[in-house]
């Protein structure tokens, strides 16, 4: 089977006032459909790095990334662009609704950038709520939603877009662990019934029970796998 | 996205409140300045041409001709006939002006004598309407009202006898004249050197049965805009007249006020650009000031796949609500205060009289253009755009990962 996302030796300099900074140190890395996967490694371990070059939010310094077949490192901004509208799901770790729109208006605000008429974006909006059980709350602003449900309202934002993969960096960051391991349930949930792909980071190794696929990163290196029964 | 960018611009409250104000109250000035601009255009457009009709008729070359007798429209009935026909609506009387000498017993003056004719438009504007006392001169009495001043400089009153002198012409050249009123002119030094006589006294004077031009009074010429007419009115005399004359709109016979009166438009243009531009600086400054409040939302929207231009299009969106919306209260407020002024208004008393020398009725009405309007909400919509321009390239240029990790 195809990977929907694969990463070939990749590597990613930061260089700012004339520090250069090594945060990924060839990362070799496949993600099949279908698959629930975890990046775990300490704060600074490249985690997001890691997972801004495989949705095309930069660029890497070295080495390539497919996203279902098409090669995407070489692109320009305005197809990365692209990509991100009708391919990639991002979640990130806080912060990720418009605050002047709705629980509802935010959950569709992807659909609204792809152009999708307001009647069918509403449905499919409400539709996604639903599925994170954040229904009722359609019309609040996120500022009269807590970290948790802000969250959801977050994943059902990429889950209304139905993109080929989303991509979470430490959705739980900011949350207690309970509601952290609630939000992961959710994702996980959607995984299994829907078969939707995740990737998500986290530097929380109790999150990591139940996750079938746990890749550890360590300063920019992958340094361990490991693949457990469900 | 209109409406995301509504409830964007009015979350910070405040600052907006103060912008979208400042452009309100630019559009009402502007608004009230293009609207007493147009009352005072029209009402000098009117002053002017009540005191010099729209159009002339003269004898070709006129400027040009030192005599007094070359200058005169000897086939006076034939040619008024002719104006009258071509122009059935229109009112057209003869003017006689005689250079002449005037005396009273002891002093004397060299003065413009005007012949006008009784029933005019001109013997009402430069008599009834200015008389101080007396009454107008009364035809086939040898009457004359004098310009105050120039009454004062002769040392005669009203009942006073004065002395007209024309020699060489082809009348009478001199007779004796009773002063039967006193002119209070607006301007002084015409007031120093006129006096007004019926027309048939002035003829028998100095040129019988002549003139020195025809004034055409159109009907129902109120504003400057209706000037085509003027123009078209133009065009039918010339065809309609014999050679040897020449038809003059009341631009032509006074450049000098009709220049005043057009440099009106590019002057408030001017004005209109200078205050949009100082709001422009405060919606630059406040649509600049949101958008560096908002660079990690900036970097969410981008990383869902927002393009540039995109983001540069919400950015401008913005800033078109912003000033539209103070530009639409504006635009309600100046309107109704030119609605107001629109049913007359004057300047406070003392800038009333003083403006009056120029010209300027002392009651005017407000009074603007279709285009005005247009352009004041042209203007605000070029001052949108043009103050997004900076912000909407800045955030353009911003980078989704830095905006991202940035911390406010
Ligand atoms: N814009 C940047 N400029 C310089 N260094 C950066 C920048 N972003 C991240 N880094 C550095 O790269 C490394 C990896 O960062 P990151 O990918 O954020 O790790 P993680 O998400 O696992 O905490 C860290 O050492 C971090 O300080
Ligand atoms: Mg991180």
Do not use: C
Not at chain 1, 48 to 68: F, I, K, M, N, Y
Not at chain 1, 123 to 147: F, H, I, T, V
Not at chain 2, 361 to 367: G, T
């Amino acid at each position: 089977m195809e990977p929907i996302v694969r990463a070939r030796q990749l590597e990613k300099v930061y260089r700012s006032d004339g520090i250069a900074t090594p945060a990924l140190r060839g990362v070799d890395l496949e993600i099949y459909p279908g698959e629930f996967t975890a990046i775990a490694g300490p704060s600074g371990s490249g985690k997001s790095t890691l997972l801004h070059l495989l949705g095309g939010l930069d660029r890497p310094s070295a080495g390539e990334v497919w996203l279902e077949g098409e090669r995407v490192d070489d692109k320009n901004a305005t197809w990365h662009a692209r990509l991100r509208l009708w391919k990639v799901g991002f979640v990130f770790q806080a912060y990720n609704l418009i605050p002047v729109l709705t629980a509802l208006e935010n959950a569709a605000f992807v659909l609204e950038l792809r152009g999708v008429p307001p009647a069918e974006r509403k449905k499919r909006a409400l539709d996604a709520l639903a599925e994170l059980e954040m229904q009722d709350y359609a019309a609040r602003r996120p500022n009269q939603l807590s970290g948790g449900q802000q969250q959801r309202v977050a994943v059902a934002r990429a889950l209304a877009a139905e993109p080929a993969v989303i991509l979470a960096d430490e959705p739980t960051a900011n949350l207690d662990s309970k509601t952290g391991r609630a939000l992961i349930e959710y994702m996980k949930r959607l995984n299994r019934e829907k078969g939707l792909t995740f990737l998500f980071s986290t530097h929380d190794p109790r999150l990591l029970e139940h996750v079938r696929r746990i890749v550890h990163l360590e300063d920019g290196r992958v340094v361990g796998e490991e693949v457990r029964e469900a | 996205m209109w409406s995301l960018a509504w409830k964007n611009v009015w979350r910070g409250g405040g600052r907006s409140l103060v912008t979208a104000g400042a452009v309100a109250a630019v559009v009402t000035l502007i608004l009230l300045m293009y609207g007493f601009a147009g009352g005072a255009t029209n009402g000098m457009f009117q002053n002017l041409t009540r005191s010099t009709g729209h159009l002339v008729v003269r004898v070709k070359g006129y400027d040009r001709i030192e005599e007094f007798d070359q200058r005169l429209l000897y086939d006076l009935e034939d040619l008024k006939a002719s104006v009258q026909r071509t122009l059935p609506d229109a009112d057209v009387e003869a003017v006689l002006e005689v250079p002449a000498l005037l005396a009273g017993t002891s002093r004397s003056r060299g003065v413009v004598l005007m012949g006008l004719e009784p029933d005019g438009h001109l013997m009402q504007e430069m008599v009834d309407r200015y008389l101080a006392e007396g009454q107008r001169p009364q035809p086939g009495r040898w009457q004359a009202a004098l310009g105050q001043a120039l009454a004062r400089a002769l040392r005669v009153k009203i009942g006073d006898e004065a002395y007209a002198f024309a020699p060489g012409t082809d009348g009478l050249g001199a007779g004796a004249f009773e002063v039967s009123g006193l002119i209070d002119l607006p301007e002084s030094n015409l007031e120093a050197r006129t006096a007004v006589l019926d027309l048939a006294d002035a003829q028998a004077l100095a040129a019988p049965d002549a003139a020195s031009r025809i004034v055409v009074f159109l009907p129902d010429l109120k504003t400057l805009s209706q000037e085509k007419r003027i123009d078209e009115a133009k065009a039918q005399l010339t065809a309609a007249l014999p050679e040897g004359y020449e038809v003059l709109t009341w631009r032509e016979a006074q450049p000098a006020l009709a220049a005043i009166l057009d440099l009106m438009t590019p002057m408030l243009l001017i004005y209109a650009a200078l205050f949009f531009g100082l709001a422009g600086l405060l919606v630059v400054n406040t649509v600049y000031l949101s958008l560096v409040e908002r660079i990690r939302e900036f970097g969410i929207i981008i990383a869902l796949g927002a393009d540039r231009w995109k983001v540069m299009r919400m950015v401008t969106l913005e800033s078109l609500v912003l000033v539209l919306s103070g530009a639409l209260v504006g635009g309600v407020l100046g309107g109704a205060l030119l609605y107001r002024g629109a049913q007359g208004f004057s300047l406070p008393g003392p800038l009333a009289q003083q403006y009056a020398e120029f010209g300027l009725p002392v009651v005017m009405y407000a009074s603007v253009t279709p285009t005005q309007v247009v352009s004041v909400f042209v203007f605000a919509v070029l001052t949108a755009i043009a103050s997004a321009l900076w912000p909407a390239w800045l955030t353009g240029r911003l980078e989704p990962v830095e905006a991202i990790r940035h911390v406010a």
